[in-house]
């Protein structure tokens, strides 16, 4: 299939419209996994569930990517694995992500990166960036060229936390608070912890 084929304009609304819909979208009192709290959740695994859905997010996002003629995806595990695959899918390039072992994100299982290799960083959610400036250190560090970052949903507020150009199919200005200044937790709420890391770890 031709690259043009794989590629799917993805308008913000439609976005909003899958997240709804596949109960991505959650509100209440969470514990993020930068450690930071809110109010809202994104939970993209449900977003992703389907393959079909995921399929079309991950085009409507290689999209936004593919005028930089990346020659490879890197995601950090594990948010980013479903959605980095996809984009790399779309794009008919290679995919590999990173991981983190005794606290340190690295690649690992026999992935490597070819000298100047032109690298896009996929994510899911960005909230703080720091696993993917991570995973963008990593990148470099083994010898790749990083020429953006792409996620589905953009929770930085506006902050620009990469030193790279920043691609995404939405952007939600969520409030979050330290666990110090939290409203809901001075409230007397505890909150949940949906992601899949814990607060030692770090945050998209």
Known sequence: ???????????REEV???LEESGAFRQGHFELSSGLHSPAYVQCALLLE????ARRVGRGLARRLASLRP?????PALGGVVIGHEVAEALGVPFRFTERKDGTMSLRRGFHLAPGERV???EDVVTTGKSTNETAEVVRAAGGNVLAVGAVVDRTGGREPFDVPFFH???LDLPSWTAEDCPLCRDGGRPEKPGSRTPAGTSA
């Open 16 to 18: 909003q419209a899958l």
């Open 169 to 171: 199919l939405i952007d």
């Open 71 to 75: 020659a490879a995806v890197v995601s």
């Open 1 to 11: 299939m031709e690259q043009s084929q794989r590629l799917e304009a993805l308008s």
């Open 120 to 122: 896009v960083i996929v």
């Open 50 to 53: 389907l393959p079909e859905r």
